[in-house]
């Protein structure tokens, strides 16, 4: 029997990024199905879309839009950075490249967020 | 006696709570009392236990200077070379916890047990096929050549097992190669020297090999010598998909 590593081994930047890309990217999976319901509204006609709209305008669920907004832009940039550590020479700045990420990441969603 | 706190104080700082791992896969924290040194290193202190505290204390080393990779063990959860790292840097409250290496079986207390570590270098074909013999004239590598660089960077492992103790997708998947036998791999790989690059690339491909990282970046975080094998990952994923395209592998 062997022992893996507990939160104190884990607890470095790479690490982290990892578990942003990961978890952002399940949570964005969890909520397609959602995103493709609300699409097949429209099938039903403009008034059932139309009517669900106006539901999302609730500030609950405009909050939640931001959130979706600083998922898709953490799994955008974590993307990225894994394709730049996958294929551009390199040797010590991943960790910029991990801050780049979480900042672009910040930025898109306050964006969102400043322009509802 | 009057102790004034100022005493008290120094008495705490010149003893260090340490809590070591003692048994095999099962067993417990054992608490020691150990006095505190100036520059002492976390391989001080367990020596200091073995030699005063608890003679049965089972741990490994052999150099003292950070060149034979034997004395890894795990401080305060982090995976370390015990002879490098100086207690000031590791136990700021006064207190350390020391176990074997993880992601290997314990042996006994402090040893892990490395055959398959060293196992997967083999698998990975980490040994140098030479192309030429001693009548040969010698190879000529230029020292910036790109291939050359990339050696330099990787070259300097001292099999400490570190990065394969820290690294999460070997506790997830036991057959993986780890950082260690994929960067030796890799270094290989850039050796124009070198007669086994297809055999190598086939051994490093597929579920247990390169392409099975997750780029947590744990090995080189964690790396003594600096290295990077997350880059050297990365370089065998381009290599391994390379030869694909070119239907060699």
Request: hydrophobic share 50%.
């Amino acid at each position: 029997m062997r022992r893996g590593n507990d939160l104190r081994a884990r607890n470095h930047p790479g690490y982290w990024a990892f578990v942003v890309h990961r978890v952002s990217g399940l949570a964005l999976a969890a909520f397609l199905p959602l995103h493709f319901w609300a699409l097949g509204r429209a099938l039903e006609g403009a008034g059932r879309l139309e009517s669900f709209l106006r539901w999302t305008d609730q500030p609950l669920v405009k909050f939640a839009e931001w959130g979706i907004v600083l998922l898709l832009a953490a799994h955008f940039a974590g993307g990225l950075r894994i394709l730049a550590l996958e294929f551009l020479s390199w040797r010590d700045w991943q960790k910029s490249l991990a801050a780049v990420a979480a900042a672009f990441s910040l930025a898109a969603a306050l964006a969102f967020a400043l322009g509802l | 006696m009057v102790i004034s706190p100022r005493d008290a104080d120094d008495a705490r700082m010149s003893t260090l709570d340490v809590r070591v791992w003692r048994g095999g896969a099962e067993g417990s924290f054992q608490s020691f009392e150990v006095p505190r040194h100036e520059s002492q290193t976390v391989l001080d202190v367990v020596t200091h236990i073995q030699r005063v505290l608890e003679p049965a204390l089972a741990y490994r080393f052999a150099c003292r200077v950070g060149m034979c990779g034997s004395c890894a063990m795990t401080v305060n959860g982090v995976a370390r070379w015990t002879c490098r790292t100086h207690v000031d840097q590791v136990a700021a409250d006064g207190s350390l916890e020391i176990a074997p290496l993880r992601n290997l079986p314990v042996i006994r207390d402090l040893v892990a047990d490395m055959r398959e570590f060293f196992h997967k270098w083999a698998a990975a074909r980490g040994a140098f096929a030479p192309t030429r013999t001693k009548r040969d004239d010698f190879a000529r590598v230029a020292p910036e050549s790109a291939a050359r660089r990339a050696i330099d960077a990787a070259i300097e492992c001292i099999g400490c097992g570190v990065c394969y103790g820290s690294c999460d997708v070997v506790t997830w998947n036991p057959d993986y190669l780890g950082p260690a036998a994929l960067n030796r791999a890799w270094t290989l790989v850039q050796d124009v020297r070198d007669g086994a690059r297809g055999e190598r690339l086939a051994a490093v491909a597929g579920d247990a090999g390169c392409q099975a990282c997750h780029t947590h970046l744990s090995c080189t975080e964690r790396c003594p010598k600096g290295i990077s094998p997350t880059a050297g990952i990365a370089g065998l994923k381009r290599a391994v998909a390379a030869a694909a395209l070119r239907g060699k592998l």
